[in-house]
């Protein structure tokens, strides 16, 4: 089960669970599609992964109890800027290659 993450990891910004600004890998680090395009450059600085829109967890229990009431958004947050110029030196090899080929 995701764990909705409520904000970007590099900029804090807030992500609610029904965020369409939201982006995840495949390990669940979040951050916002702004970071991700001009600072990360669809790059994890985590784990090299790419990024996809995070899904959104209905708020209305539509079906089997399969909504965020049963299962809420986590309200841990995990703030860690990301050194530019770290990041920058880790990517230098791989940003080009798109994230299936990496």
Same mark, same amino acid.
């Given at each position: 089960?995701?764990?909705?993450?409520? #904000?970007? +990891?590099?900029?804090?910004? !807030?992500? @609610?669970?029904?965020?369409?600004?939201?982006?995840?890998?495949?390990? +669940?680090? %979040?951050?916002?599609?702004?970071?991700?395009? %001009?600072?990360?450059?669809?790059?994890?600085?985590?784990?090299?992964?790419?990024?996809? @829109?995070? !899904? /959104?967890?209905?708020? *209305?229990?539509? *079906?089997?109890?399969?909504?965020?009431? $049963?299962?809420?958004?986590? #309200?841990? /947050? $995990?703030?860690?800027?990301?050194?530019? +110029?770290?990041?920058?030196?880790?990517?230098?090899? /791989?940003?080009?290659?798109?994230?299936? *080929?990496?």
């Amino acid at each position: 089960m995701l764990e909705l993450r409520p #904000t970007c +990891e590099h900029c804090n910004k !807030p992500l @609610p669970p029904d965020s369409l600004e939201a982006r995840i890998c495949s390990y +669940e680090c %979040t951050f916002c599609a702004a970071c991700v395009d %001009t600072i990360l450059g669809n790059v994890c600085p985590n784990c090299a992964g790419g990024f996809v @829109p995070r !899904p /959104i967890r209905p708020s *209305k229990n539509w *079906k089997d109890n399969s909504y965020l009431g $049963k299962d809420p958004a986590s #309200t841990q /947050i $995990k703030h860690r800027l990301v050194d530019q +110029e770290a990041h920058a030196r880790f990517t230098a090899e /791989i940003r080009l290659m798109l994230p299936e *080929k990496r």
